[in-house]
């Protein structure tokens, strides 16, 4: 059974990251087709990135559950935790390191995916070894939460998530980039902008 995890696993970061490459230069190759938009990168920002890691993941799990997913009881669960923490992993690695760099660097942001992508299968495997997660609710649970996340990631446009590239960022600049994120989340899920909006300018979020 271990082995098989390991297998798994293996098979999950390799297509995970084939295909989230193919994503990330999808929606030019189909001349910025709007049924290849909600899935593929349709510009450099950070929001577009999450979905080149996120979209990937849930269909190979898809391809795992119906495979085997009889062999795992807690698969659902668990694969929920290990996408939305890798998905939400990608911003709070590029905004750290661009926080402290004062600009974004190339290699480092492609480097930042596939680390992502490997972290999350280990995260995934250690949890199934573990036994974690069990039980019918727990299970209803992650599927619905894939799906809300699925929703979410897809009707959001790149563009309330972009901030300033290819220069110096200023920390007024980092906090924009957090205020622009969140208030297109928040807008796209169902809340309220100005509730949101004025909450964030009320110190859940402050500019630095």
Not at 52 to 67: C, E, I, R, T
Not at 69 to 96: C, D, M, W
Not at 191 to 202: Q, S
């Amino acid at each position: 059974m271990k082995r098989q995890i390991g297998l798994w696993q293996l098979v999950g970061f390799a297509v995970t990251s084939l295909i989230g490459t193919l994503l990330h230069f999808l929606y030019e190759l189909t001349d910025g087709s709007m049924l290849a938009a909600p899935f593929s990168g349709v510009n450099e920002s950070t929001w577009e990135h999450m979905k080149l890691l996120f979209f990937p993941m849930l269909l190979f799990s898809a391809v795992q559950f119906a495979a085997a997913g009889q062999n795992y009881p807690n698969f659902l669960a668990v694969r929920a935790v290990s996408i939305l923490a890798g998905t939400l992993l990608i911003p709070v690695l590029f905004y750290t390191y661009t926080g402290v760099l004062g600009h974004d660097v190339t290699w480092v942001n492609v480097s930042i995916f596939y680390v992502v992508a490997l972290a999350v299968f280990l995260l995934d495997s250690c949890l199934l070894r573990q036994g974690v997660l069990f039980g019918p609710w727990k299970q209803l649970l992650g599927l619905a939460v894939l799906w809300l996340a699925a929703f979410c990631l897809s009707g959001v446009p790149g563009s309330r998530w972009s901030c300033p590239s290819g220069r110096t960022r200023s920390p007024a600049d980092m906090g924009s980039c957090y205020k622009s994120a969140l208030r297109g989340a928040f807008s796209v899920c169902g809340v309220h902008n100005e509730f949101t909006t004025e909450n964030l300018d009320h110190g859940l979020l402050r500019e630095v």
